[in-house]
């Protein structure tokens, strides 16, 4: 069982940060790729950014140069730093991780995610 619990999340107003946090817990061997996803309200669900154990990252587009993705592989915790946010960021952002498990194997795990709303 692995559980994955994202914070950071809240309400600010257009040019402003904000600092996602999640962490994974459980029975974890090693965890792969960890990335954020988000879904806005009647949108498909989309990648956000993502980050290899190795620390190689890859981001959308729309958020590049503004987010920054990391982790810390000693403590099973994936952060998202968000600046300049615009009103579309506004969504449910989702934390996500592949684990390798003691007992099950391979696992992806998300996050229960955590409100971004940015007024404009």
């Known amino acids: 069982q692995v559980q994955l619990v994202e914070s950071g999340g809240g309400s600010v107003q257009a040019g402003g940060s904000l600092r996602l946090s999640c962490a994974a817990s459980?029975?974890?061997?090693?965890?792969?790729?960890m990335g954020w996803y988000r879904q806005a309200p009647g949108k498909q669900r989309e990648l956000v950014a993502t980050?290899?154990?190795?620390?190689?990252?890859n981001y959308a587009d729309s958020v590049k140069g503004r987010f920054t993705i990391s982790r810390d592989n000693a403590k099973n915790t994936v952060e998202l730093q968000m600046n300049s946010l615009k009103s579309e960021d506004t969504a449910v952002y989702y934390c996500?991780?592949?684990?390798?498990?003691?007992?099950?194997?391979?696992?992806?795990?998300w996050g229960q995610g955590t409100q971004v709303t940015v007024s404009s």
């Open positions: 459980g029975s974890i061997v090693r965890i792969t790729t």
């Open positions: 996500n991780a592949g684990v390798t498990r003691y007992d099950l194997g391979y696992g992806d795990y």
């Open positions: 980050i290899r154990r190795s620390g190689t990252t």
